[in-house]
């Protein structure tokens, strides 16, 4: 069977700075939110930090040897903010600059094209001292940030993303808690969504400030909400909420400069109290692509009296109640994470953003993987069998949506390697390659050996 996908398809991998570099405390480099968040006990999973994470500061020529014999066409990586402005602001530190120009460098010289991510979550510590991401003035420290990459690696760097996940740092940061900077007011996590928003657009226009013909998009997660009962009004209007604050909002806004209107309704003084005249035209630009991270559907079930409501756990400011655990059909398959294998789901969700957003030129999938609990086995191979599948099942989802018409350039396999998975620390492995973490020594897993089979057939 010949492939539906075009010849110049980005078979990739992706990864982060925090989650990988490590070398915390080396050449100049800054403290960042989540060096903060997990040196402060109970944060983090077992206490671990990135502070060595898997050494990729020193050993990013291995792992791009590693990448060409899987045969990976690009590599998304992000940029740590710190490393080139240690507090946030305007003085640079030009080791950091150093390391990502090697990088960049290596890359190319091994036929692999540099992706980059400008914010994976590592905000310097001095920003988030002075209110992070619910703070306005962070949207222009962004943009000032955004421009010098691109003053300082936009003549090798083809395609940009400027934020990765803004619904994770706003949500998961600011409400919950769970993520640096570990807040928990949803207030402020309404503040960071418009504020992520609004940096968004800024970060853009920055970059094509310096590099017009560049390609620039954000990377949203994204889900399909499944509902247990349709006909459950309660249910449906929770459900439009749910959807409008995470799959519409920061697409919504760069492409109309609105928000969606019960959103809007139901965040009320919280929202317009940041909202400022002129944010419409300020919100809205234009993006060659859109990234899409999809790893999971959600699945919202009737309320059962037991439930507690959301605003109880801190994590999203609708107080209806809803239980949003698995199906008893679907709970035995599901990933370390305790997501729910769900491949047809990625295919529906590309098809969607075609349908709703047509603005956009194509679609990437910037991010799509499974954590499970790899076993090295006496042999020294990891034979994860659950991976490799749910690999292909999203492979097969994603090109299924090809065939269907929607522009697909690229899918980036998270991760590369096995890595510091936030909060979860060391605990949770992602990777195609698995890390010994004493050693750091990487062995390539069954999984790894099976995406170099689709790369090479592209993905036939």
Same mark, same amino acid.
């Given at each position: #069977?010949?492939?539906?996908?075009?010849?110049?398809?980005?078979?990739?991998?992706?990864?982060?700075?925090?989650?990988?570099?490590?070398?915390?405390?080396?050449?100049?480099?800054?403290?960042?939110?989540?060096?903060?968040?997990?040196?402060?006990?109970?944060?983090?999973?077992?206490?671990?930090?990135?502070?060595?994470?898997?050494?990729?500061?020193?050993?990013?020529?291995?792992?791009?040897?590693? #990448?060409?014999?899987?045969?990976?066409?690009?590599?998304?990586?992000?940029?740590?903010?710190?490393?080139?402005?240690?507090?946030?602001?305007?003085?640079?530190?030009?080791?950091?600059?150093?390391?990502?120009?090697?990088?960049?460098?290596?890359?190319?010289?091994?036929?692999?094209?540099?992706?980059?991510?400008?914010?994976?979550?590592?905000?310097?510590?001095?920003?988030?001292?002075?209110?992070?991401?619910?703070?306005?003035?962070?949207?222009?420290?962004?943009?000032?940030?955004?421009?010098?990459?691109?003053?300082?690696?936009?003549?090798?760097? *083809?395609?940009?993303?400027?934020?990765?996940?803004?619904?994770?740092?706003?949500?998961?940061?600011?409400?919950?808690?769970?993520?640096?900077?570990?807040?928990?007011?949803?207030?402020?996590?309404?503040?960071?969504?418009?504020?992520?928003?609004?940096?968004?657009?800024?970060?853009?226009?920055?970059?094509?400030?310096?590099?017009?013909?560049?390609?620039?998009?954000?990377?949203?997660?994204?889900?399909?909400?499944?509902?247990?009962?349709?006909?459950?009004?309660?249910?449906?209007?929770?459900?439009?909420?749910?959807?409008?604050?995470?799959?519409?909002?920061?697409?919504?806004?760069?492409?109309?400069?609105?928000?969606?209107? *019960?959103?809007?309704?139901?965040?009320?003084?919280?929202?317009?109290?940041?909202?400022?005249?002129?944010?419409?035209?300020?919100?809205?630009?234009?993006?060659?692509?859109?990234?899409?991270?999809?790893?999971?559907?959600?699945?919202?079930?009737?309320?059962?009296?037991?439930?507690?409501?959301?605003?109880?756990?801190?994590?999203?400011?609708?107080?209806?109640?809803?239980?949003?655990?698995?199906?008893?059909?679907?709970?035995?398959?599901?990933?370390?994470?305790?997501?729910?294998? &769900?491949?047809?789901?990625?295919?529906?969700?590309?098809?969607?953003?075609?349908?709703?957003?047509?603005?956009?030129?194509?679609?990437?999938? &910037?991010?799509?993987?499974?954590?499970?609990?790899?076993?090295?086995?006496?042999?020294?191979?990891?034979?994860?069998?659950?991976?490799?599948?749910?690999?292909?099942?999203?492979?097969?989802?994603?090109?299924?949506?090809?065939?269907?018409?929607?522009?697909?350039?690229?899918?980036?396999?998270?991760?590369?390697?096995?890595?510091?998975?936030?909060?979860?620390?060391?605990?949770?492995?992602?990777?195609?390659?698995?890390?010994?973490?004493?050693?750091?020594?990487?062995?390539?897993? #069954?999984?790894?050996?099976?995406?170099?089979?689709?790369?090479?057939? *592209?993905?036939?």
């Amino acid at each position: #069977m010949s492939s539906q996908l075009p010849s110049d398809f980005l078979w990739g991998t992706a990864s982060s700075s925090y989650q990988i570099e490590g070398a915390a405390n080396l050449d100049g480099r800054g403290v960042s939110i989540w060096d903060t968040f997990s040196r402060t006990p109970g944060k983090v999973v077992n206490g671990d930090t990135g502070d060595s994470a898997c050494d990729h500061y020193h050993r990013y020529p291995e792992d791009i040897a590693i #990448m060409k014999n899987l045969g990976v066409k690009a590599y998304r990586f992000s940029i740590a903010w710190p490393r080139l402005f240690p507090n946030g602001d305007e003085v640079r530190e030009e080791r950091g600059f150093a390391f990502y120009n090697k990088l960049i460098d290596a890359l190319l010289a091994a036929n692999i094209e540099p992706m980059v991510t400008l914010y994976h979550w590592d905000l310097p510590q001095k920003l988030e001292d002075a209110g992070g991401w619910a703070n306005r003035a962070t949207v222009d420290a962004f943009e000032k940030y955004a421009k010098a990459c691109a003053e300082a690696f936009g003549d090798r760097i *083809n395609s940009w993303i400027t934020l990765n996940e803004p619904w994770c740092v706003s949500w998961l940061g600011y409400s919950n808690g769970v993520h640096a900077p570990g807040k928990k007011d949803y207030k402020l996590a309404i503040a960071a969504s418009h504020h992520t928003a609004l940096a968004h657009a800024a970060g853009t226009r920055a970059i094509k400030s310096v590099q017009p013909e560049a390609h620039v998009g954000i990377t949203v997660n994204m889900t399909n909400h499944n509902l247990e009962n349709p006909e459950d009004k309660d249910l449906v209007e929770l459900t439009a909420l749910m959807d409008s604050n995470l799959n519409r909002w920061w697409i919504d806004a760069l492409t109309t400069g609105k928000y969606p209107e *019960n959103i809007l309704a139901y965040y009320g003084e919280a929202l317009t109290s940041v909202l400022k005249s002129g944010d419409d035209e300020l919100l809205k630009c234009q993006n060659e692509f859109l990234g899409v991270n999809y790893y999971s559907d959600s699945f919202i079930r009737s309320p059962r009296p037991e439930d507690k409501p959301f605003l109880d756990e801190g994590f999203l400011p609708f107080p209806q109640r809803a239980d949003t655990s698995p199906p008893a059909d679907l709970a035995g398959s599901l990933t370390g994470m305790g997501w729910v294998v &769900t491949p047809k789901g990625l295919g529906k969700v590309l098809k969607r953003v075609h349908t709703s957003w047509p603005q956009f030129g194509y679609i990437m999938v &910037t991010e799509n993987g499974a954590a499970y609990d790899d076993i090295k086995e006496a042999d020294g191979n990891i034979n994860d069998l659950a991976r490799t599948k749910y690999l292909s099942g999203h492979v097969e989802s994603l090109y299924d949506a090809a065939a269907a018409g929607v522009p697909i350039k690229g899918y980036f396999a998270w991760s590369l390697l096995d890595n510091f998975e936030w909060a979860e620390g060391y605990g949770k492995r992602f990777g195609l390659v698995y890390v010994d973490y004493k050693t750091m020594e990487r062995t390539p897993k #069954m999984s790894a050996k099976r995406y170099k089979e689709i790369i090479a057939n *592209n993905g036939a």
